[in-house]
C-alpha cells in the first residue's frame, strides 16, 4: 500500500491550501487516515484523523482552521487549511492504517509535502 501526497505550497498568512492524499495498492480496507506535520527541529506531531468517519480529532492549534475529509470510495484524504498561519510551515505527511486483501494489517506514511506560509 502506498500514499501520494499533494497540493502543499507557499502561500501567505490568512490565507487557504488543500492537501490530497490517495492510497493505492492491495487494500481491502482502510481504519485511519490522517495528517501529521514536522517542523525544522519539531518532533512529528498529528494535525487531524479520521477513523472510519466516526472519530475525528484535531490538534488544538488547528481547530476551527482545518477540516479533514475523507472520500472511502477513492481511497482518499483531504485535509483543508484556511487562515494559515506562518507556524503551520512545516512538511505535512500522510498516514493510513487499515487491513490489505489479504486481511494484514499495514501503517504507510506518504512521501511529505511542504507547505510554506509567508508572513
Known amino acids: 500500500v502506498q500514499l501520494v501526497e499533494s497540493g502543499g505550497g507557499l502561500v501567505q498568512a490568512g490565507g487557504s491550501l488543500r492537501l490530497s492524499c490517495v492510497a493505492s495498492?492491495?487494500?481491502?480496507?482502510?481504519?485511519?487516515m490522517g495528517w501529521y506535520r514536522q517542523a525544522p527541529g519539531n518532533q512529528r506531531e498529528l494535525v487531524a484523523s479520521?477513523?472510519?468517519?466516526?472519530?475525528?480529532n484535531y490538534a488544538d492549534s488547528v481547530k476551527g482552521r482545518f477540516t479533514i475529509s475523507r472520500d472511502d470510495a477513492k481511497n482518499t484524504v483531504y485535509l483543508q487549511m484556511n487562515s494559515l498561519k506562518p507556524e503551520d510551515t512545516a512538511v505535512y505527511y500522510c498516514?493510513?492504517?487499515?487491513?490489505?486483501?489479504?486481511?494484514?494489517?499495514?501503517?504507510?506514511w506518504g512521501q511529505g509535502t511542504l507547505v510554506t506560509v509567508s508572513s
Open positions: 498516514y493510513a492504517k487499515g487491513r490489505d486483501a489479504d486481511a494484514r494489517w499495514f501503517e504507510v
Open positions: 479520521d477513523t472510519k468517519g466516526e472519530r475525528i
Open positions: 495498492g492491495s487494500i481491502f480496507i482502510i481504519n485511519t
